[in-house]
């Protein structure tokens, strides 16, 4: 390509708004350009550098026999009411309404989707497994996005969905797709772990998140300093020792009297600083205690709220509307009677609650020893405590450490959870309807490209891996207006693309200063700078990945390029 031809608008300033590396490099090199907060376009840099991320995935995706297939990004409301996520999703899936005021939603995953599909299709075991995936745009109403493509609101990701009549044929796929993600991964040069995690807000059991460690990851993980273990720290059930259950107990007793704030620090009992601290919020509704849980340093109006009756899901942005539907109104309470147990609810990504153990989506908010329910009496309220570093790992070996990492992948076993409420079933060997056992497996194509970003530059700006890099060599004749120059330019672009290297020609008239800069901040692994020597045949050949630099003649050049 020549770069009169394309567009790279780069910027010689770092843009004010843009807080990380990759963000800032993204924008600088003219990769990509922010529409409105968390909506990006992808220019035509950009735009190879996710193709070529796409095809990593989808190679490795079809080794292990997952299928390409695109299903709609638009989705009737229908589809989610039949599982209950309509109403449990909460406020990150984008709703529509149609002329005819059906409702819909944009696509913030596709188990709805893909399970209808099946279940009118696949009725007999002899069909399956069958794993499918798809690489589209996935839409998710972020309340905090940021980080530019790391945390979007429309992003592309690649999601495949496996359907199976065994667990151990779902078994199988569950590893081959670990293998296919370490691949992956492995390809793109990241520094990455597979951890064990919460299930979050899809449901399920089994799962892994694949990790790309980074100082600015927004997820911790637990490992441990002398094993393979490595956990979201979410999920990092340590055996430890843990406060005295009376103490527990009197200070809750005090909290449900009349004259008491509803607003307490749990900290002071919990045995933890005040940062660490959990804000507990006592209700007396549909007479049952409820306690809301949210993350210490979040105000009340981030707290999601399940209404003790269990029936309703209650999502609620402001404390009038926890107050409303509370029954309540905060800081007025009546006389609560304490009953033997409590029913403790929290914020989506405190709730699930796997292998005892719960948390939030941030350092440090952290409880193991939970019961499966939800639920848990006062006395093993005491029980809960933070995992920190230094306590030893649960595989015994070692002590727990903290790193930071990004998301960057996801692998479930879903098992029926969706099925069974969507009536998806298949015939078995004795002719029984059983509901297919499924998994799904999501990769932020997107996230992906900028945590590479994020790893692979310098001051000057990007590396770019091969495997990724938008194109494999930059070729700068130094001065446009000097024809031995710039027909050697020409010469060897067309040598290269022939040779099927892809190549951009910077045939711009821009002064030297300038094409460096620039040629630097986009960051090809290979450039040819054709200069003074040009009338020689004479190149400068430079690797940006090690700073190296060659000169050869235009004849040596194709034997020497690695
Ligand atoms: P996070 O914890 O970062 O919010 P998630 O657990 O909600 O991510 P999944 O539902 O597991 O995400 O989706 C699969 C993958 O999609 C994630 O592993 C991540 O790589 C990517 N992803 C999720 N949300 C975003 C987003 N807002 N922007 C870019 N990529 C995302
Ligand atoms: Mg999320
Ligand atoms: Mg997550
Ligand atoms: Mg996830």
Known sequence: MKQTATFIPTLRETPADADVKSHQLLLRAGFIRQNTSGVYSFLPLGKRVLQKVENVIREEMEAVNSVEVFLPALQQAELW?????????????????????REFALGATHEEVITSLLRDEIKSYKKLPLNLFQIQSKFRDEKRPRFGLLRGREFLMKDAYSFHATKESLDDTYNDMMQAYTNIFTRLGLNFRAVIADSGAIGGKDNHEFMVLSEIGEDTIAYSDTS????????????????????????????ATPDQKTIVDVAAFLNTTPEQCIKTLVFKADEELVVVLSRGDHEINDVKVKHATGATIVELAEPEEVQQALGCEIGSLGPVKL????????????????NGVTGANEDGFHFINVNPEKDFSVESYADLRFVQEGDPSPDGEGTIQFAKGIEVGHIFKLGTTYSEPMKATFLNDQGRAMPYIMGCYGIGVSRVMAA???????????????AIAPYEVHILPVNMKDETQRELGEDLYKLLKSYRYEVLLDDRNERAGVKFTDADLIGLPVRITIGKKASEGILEVKYRRTGETFEWKREELLDHLQ
């Open 81 to 101: 009411q039949e599982t209950g996520r309509w109403y449990s999703y909460g406020d990150e899936l984008m709703r529509l309404t149609d002329r005819n005021n």
């Open 228 to 255: 393979s273990y490595a956990a979201n720290i979410e999920m990092a059930a340590v055996n430890m020792e843990y406060p005295k259950s009376d103490e527990a107990m009197k200070e809750l007793e005090k909290v």
């Open 452 to 466: 590479v970003a994020e790893q692979f530059q310098d001051d000057n700006g990007f590396i770019w891996p091969d």
């Open 339 to 354: 009953p033997s147990t409590i029913k403790v609810y929290a914020d989506q990504a405190v709730q699930s609650i796997v």
